[in-house]
């Protein structure tokens, strides 16, 4: 026999045999609390096995081909008609084993919802009379003179804090509390749950406090021989106990269930369930510096690509809210990359979570090309994850993932894009908020809130106040079950007034303003009214209440005054705010030393906020340079003014390059500003070297866009020429003004309405200002003034002033030009235009005294001679005229009549 043959032949059957090798899950459909009562014929689908029904004993049997032990097992689906899935949360952990079966827990379809209402309502109002209770002790205390002021306001604020947080995690503990089966627990432990269930949660924690489990599970090895217990069968009961605390509320129940989380964390530092809700329940918290610690540690002992990405999604959420952005980057990438493969609906859900987080974070680092990609790729997975399983928690994850790319695009400053997403956002959480008002209408608030903030952007003001009042409503009514929402309520009407101060109406702000200190102020925090007495020193400052408006000032700054040094950027900022605010008022007040320390100070602060984040904050350093600026002009400090305008330049300057589209044009601008500034401090040469830079920004600018800067070049050029003549730089001011004209008469080609009107001024003003230096370019240009302005007053008679000027001033040139016929004729020309010129009349006379014809001369003379400062050019006119060499005998009559009194 061919014993090799037969061994080929054996070891190709075994390999067979292996290939095509079952792996079978077992377990049991039962009903919830009903002494393990069995459900047939509920359908149970899964990935990677044939769909299983279970028997009339409850059993049923999954059969994997592909699946080894240990695996996860991804759920589709578990149905039976007029019963809802129980323990969703474990199935969602459900781990392929041949050695323990799995039991699934349904009840009647209602039941939940009915539960988890009542839970809620009863730690609703455990909350409510442990509030009571404390209140009263520190009434108590404070009536008795055992605290002050001080410290009973600091007391309610904690009490207040204490029962918001319990509130903000009511929701959760109460869908965990309702899903409970009471068939699992122990006899002491059912005693427990119906103590909770009956509203007695105090007597409920003692009950697993007198058993001492917790103690008994910390002392470990010498109480688990002496009490022959089992460690780990423990572990549900102290996590039950946990939850339990944490569901009671209040900051000593949430430490006695961060014990036990932690208990059973130590108790086994290899098993990752037991450290991965440790870190979960920490993170919960807000805990989020611990828990990057114990997901770290469960990262060690995942048990496949699921769980692994799952827990750095979440270690990156804990990171992104230490501002430890580069590792949750990091962390967020390596969730992306051990998911990216996989078709599993939760895998899916858990990228399409990552996705969004990611996008959020690129956001706060303002790369958006990168966070428009994430929320983009995000928005399609959970589009799929709805269509082919609408439920309210997927719709959810939906709306928050288009309200997070609405905030992009509203950041980007691409406001229909940020709109439709918003409005799309708005009507998933209506939907929600119809089918479960307690749970969802916090959200919709939250969302018709963000929504206002584009549209006050967008100066769509009655649309914002309109989202605000719904916002507002939203929020009053959830008062009604929770009110922790009254700090909503109070914050809300804070942006209603800032809106209102926004829009310019000062009274309505200071009314809505006062409206909270007088009915929510117990419900805000002091970080809170510190921005509210800010935005009510800012209404009542453009109300002119300035004695009011400071006091407000300095309330809010005390609040304030740990910010100045936060590790809290936002904090510190909101500081300086507040300190600029100051001292701009006492500026307005003329308090100028006060004005310019508080002004001073703020400059300082917003400058070490531009070191740790520059594209933030480098805006307000130009807000308060701006108010520097105008301070030092006011005092007439015009050294230390031109400091901070040159800060100012080279920050504007720098930006300009970095930021072209956003920033060249504001810097032109600016530069202008800044020429103003330094010519009425009359550093004239700096002033023409601050307007030539505008003009070049200026030049770039209109080559992209002729209608919104073609206008201001020869504007500038003219400003720059202007002072070159008083600086008595003639030929560099001729040339600059002939610039302008040439800009002037190139523009007039494409619109000569417009334009022509401008040319007939430049060239009567060049005319005036170069007649005593070249006379025949001045003549020459206000002949071409007279004829543009004789052409444009036939559709726009109003010129016809600004013509009369054109001639009168004709007049003189042709008498300096020994025309004075010719001056005659200019002279009545500008009379017959407009007989309101006074220098018309006098140069008429002019004219008509070197013609000889000294008696009407004489009368005209005699009329206007009353008007002093007529009179006195005159007498200049003919000393300018003696020096350009026109002489009359008649002349010296003139001045003696016009010199005698």
């Avoid at 109300?543 to 100045?564: D, T």
């Avoid at 417009?754 to 020459?780: C, G, Q, R, V």
């Avoid at 005294?849 to 009407?856: C, M, N, R, T």
Wanted: hydrophobic residues 35%; charged residues 25%; contains cysteine.
């Amino acid at each position: 026999m061919n014993y090799k043959l037969l061994l080929l032949i054996l070891l190709f059957f075994q390999i067979t045999i292996n290939s095509y090798s079952q792996t079978i899950q077992k377990g049991r459909v039962l009903e919830k609390d009903s002494h393990r009562t069995p459900i047939e014929n509920a359908e149970i689908v899964v990935k990677n096995a044939a769909p299983a029904n279970s028997g009339t004993d409850g059993k049923y049997k999954l059969v994997f081909k592909r699946k080894t032990q240990g695996e996860i097992i991804f759920v589709d689906s578990i149905c039976k008609k007029g019963y809802e899935l129980v323990n969703e949360t474990q199935i969602k952990d459900w781990i392929l084993s041949d050695i323990k079966d799995f039991d699934i827990i349904l009840c009647k379809e209602g039941l939940l919802k009915e539960s988890r209402e009542h839970f809620y309502h009863i730690g609703k109002s455990h909350y409510e009379d442990e509030f009571k209770r404390k209140s009263s002790e520190i009434v108590s205390l404070k009536l008795a003179n055992k605290i002050s002021e001080n410290e009973y306001n600091k007391k309610l604020k904690e009490i207040l804090d204490e029962k918001q947080k319990s509130i903000e995690q009511l929701n959760y503990y109460s869908d965990l509390l309702s899903r409970y089966n009471t068939d699992d627990l122990s006899e002491i432990e059912q005693k427990a749950y119906q103590f909770s269930k009956d509203g007695r949660i105090d007597e409920a924690i003692q009950v697993y406090e007198n058993e001492k489990l917790l103690t008994k599970f910390i002392k470990n090895e010498s109480l688990k021989q002496q009490f022959n217990t089992d460690l780990e069968s423990m572990v549900p009961s102290i996590r039950r106990y946990a939850e339990l605390c944490a569901f009671a509320g209040g900051y000593n129940n949430y430490d006695k269930a961060s014990e036990c989380y932690k208990a059973i964390a130590l108790s086994d530092t290899t098993n990752f369930d037991y450290v991965f809700d440790f870190a979960l329940f920490l993170s919960t918290e807000w805990n989020h510096n611990d828990a990057i610690k114990w997901y770290k540690i469960a990262l060690r002992y995942v048990k496949n690509n699921y769980q692994d990405a799952n827990v750095l999604n979440l270690l990156a959420v804990s990171e992104y809210y230490m501002k430890l952005y580069s590792d949750a980057q990091k962390n967020y990438i390596l969730s992306l990359e051990l998911s990216k493969n996989t078709k599993w609906i939760n895998n899916i859900s858990l990228k399409a979570r990552t996705l969004d987080n990611l996008g959020v974070l690129y956001q706060t680092l303002e790369q958006y090309d990168k966070a428009e990609m994430y929320h983009s790729e995000a928005l399609g997975n959970y589009k799929k994850i709805v269509q082919s399983n609408p439920t309210l928690s997927n719709k959810y994850d939906l709306a928050k993932c288009l309200n997070n790319f609405a905030t992009y695009y509203h950041k980007i400053e691409q406001y229909k894009y940020a709109e439709d997403n918003f409005i799309k956002s708005i009507n998933i959480y209506k939907e929600l908020a119809d089918s479960l008002p307690d749970t969802y209408c916090g959200d919709l608030a939250d969302a018709y809130h963000s929504y206002a903030f584009l549209l006050q952007d967008t100066k769509q003001y009655e649309k914002a106040e309109n989202n605000l009042l719904i916002s507002l409503n939203l929020f009053s009514s959830l008062c009604i079950k929770d009110d922790h929402n009254f700090r909503n309520v109070a914050l809300s009407y804070k942006d209603l007034a800032e809106l209102y101060i926004n829009i310019g109406q000062y009274d309505k702000a200071e009314l809505k303003l006062q409206f909270i200190t007088d009915n929510y102020k117990k419900w805000c925090s002091d970080g809170d009214l510190a921005i509210i007495y800010n935005l009510m020193g800012i209404a009542k400052k453009k109300l002119g209440k300035y004695n009011e408006a400071l006091f407000n000032y300095n309330e809010s700054l005390i609040l304030k005054k740990e910010w100045r040094n936060s590790i809290d950027n936002e904090e510190k900022y909101n500081y300086s705010v507040t300190v600029n605010n100051l001292g701009v008022l006492l500026y307005e007040i003329q308090n100028y030393d006060s004005a310019d320390i508080n002004l001073i100070e703020a400059l300082n602060i917003r400058t070490e906020l531009e070191k740790a984040n520059k594209a933030k904050y480098v805006t307000s350093i130009l807000e308060t340079l701006s108010d520097i600026i105008s301070l030092k002009m006011r005092v007439n400090q015009y050294k230390q003014a031109e400091i901070y305008i040159d800060k100012e330049l080279d920050i504007y300057r720098e930006l300009s390059k970095i930021y072209p589209s956003k920033y060249k044009s504001i810097f032109a601008s600016i530069l202008f500003n800044a020429s103003t500034n330094y010519f009425e401090m009359q550093f004239y040469e700096k002033t023409i070297e601050v307007l030539n830079e505008d003009l070049g920004i200026v030049k770039q600018l209109a080559k992209n866009n002729p209608e919104n800067y073609n206008e201001d070049i020869p504007m500038i050029l003219i400003n720059i020429a202007n002072l070159r003549y008083s600086l008595r730089q003639f030929d560099q001011a001729q040339k600059t003004y002939i610039e302008a004209l040439d800009n002037y008469k190139s523009f007039a080609k494409t619109d000569p309405i417009k334009y022509d009107t401008l040319i007939a001024e430049l060239l009567n003003t060049m005319a005036w200002i170069f007649y005593k230096n070249n006379l025949p370019k001045a003549i020459s240009n206000a002949l071409e003034a007279i004829k543009l302005y004789n052409s444009l007053i036939l559709n726009n008679p109003d010129l016809k002033s600004k013509l009369s000027i054109c001639m009168a001033r004709m007049s003189r040139y042709m008498i300096i030009n020994h025309q004075f016929s010719e001056g005659e004729r200019y002279a009545n020309k500008s009379i017959e235009t407009n007989n309101t010129i006074n220098s018309s009349y006098k140069n008429l006379a002019h004219s008509l005294l070197y013609q000889g014809k000294y008696q009407d001369a004489l009368n005209l003379y005699t009329k206007i001679k009353s008007d002093v400062s007529l009179k006195t050019q005159i007498l200049s006119d003919f000393d300018e005229f003696e020096k350009a060499g026109i002489t009359h005998p008649d002349v010296l009559k003139i001045r003696e009549i016009l010199n005698n009194k």
